[in-house]
């Protein structure tokens, strides 16, 4: 087998896909032979230009528009996904939003904004996407996680909280799906450099040092991603796997 093509026949699915860590796992997958359907919920311009990336490597790609946190969004993306490359092999939820806000000045709203597109939009599009899974024998599930889910960090009491609780979805979609062939895992990133949307604001600070004494290439986050979505990574599931140059070490 040409291990350069080894996901030749698989279709990946990934939300937040218009740059960054999104972008980069996208082309990682493109050039390992996935297909691939990216989604965001703005950038249609940056979305629409990453497909054209992937199919400048070769592979199929469809660009699509929703917002995850709408039930009938991700529903209607898993649907037009479907309806164009006939199956989803893996599911990456990448979409986020980053926002600093100290936790007495929080509105209610500020969390709940947070909490949906981490949270609430990987439940919905795995909810969507699960079944489909089910009825091919199997799938790939990765959850993009933070480090601040598991160290804390100033003024992101709602990101901290929504990065934790998708670190527990993964763990709960693993021991109900792992019988039906589908496997979860969470990669959680620490700092990671390059320029950063306007939704991501500043990195926040930690407490405690990288012990690498650097941030990390995108790459290096998306790398681990590709990674996990190989038919060599099918006995891992259930794990969160940190990358964050010594940040934090379960």
Known sequence: MDETRILDGKV??????????????????AEHGAELVVTARTAQSEVERVADEVRELGPRATALMGDVTC?????????????????IDILINNAAIRRACPLIDMSLEEWREIIAVVLDGA????????PIMIAQGGG??????GVSGHIGAK???????????????TKAIAVEFA?????????????????????????????V???????????????????MCMP???????????????????
């Open 209 to 227: 040092p990288i012990l690498l004494g650097r941030q990390g290439e995108i790459e290096e986050a998306s790398g681990i991603i590709v990674s």
């Open 140 to 145: 790939t599930i990765v959850n993009v996680g």
């Open 123 to 130: 439940f919905l599009m795995c909810r969507s996407a699960i």
């Open 71 to 87: 039930e009938a969004d991700a529903a209607r993306m898993v649907s037009e996904a479907m309806n164009a490359h006939g199956r």
């Open 12 to 29: 990946a699915m990934i939300t937040g896909a218009s740059r960054r860590i999104g972008r980069a796992t996208a082309l990682g997958l």
């Open 232 to 250: 060599y990574a099918r006995f891992m599931t259930g794990q969160t796997v940190h990358v964050s140059g010594g940040l934090y070490m379960p």
């Open 179 to 207: 019988d039906r062939g589908i496997t979860a895992n969470c990669v959680s990133p620490g700092k990671i450099g390059g320029k950063r949307s306007a939704t991501s604001g500043k990195s926040p600070e930690m407490s």
């Open 155 to 169: 003024e992101r009491a709602h990101v901290a909280a929504a990065k934790a609780g998708l670190a527990g979805l």
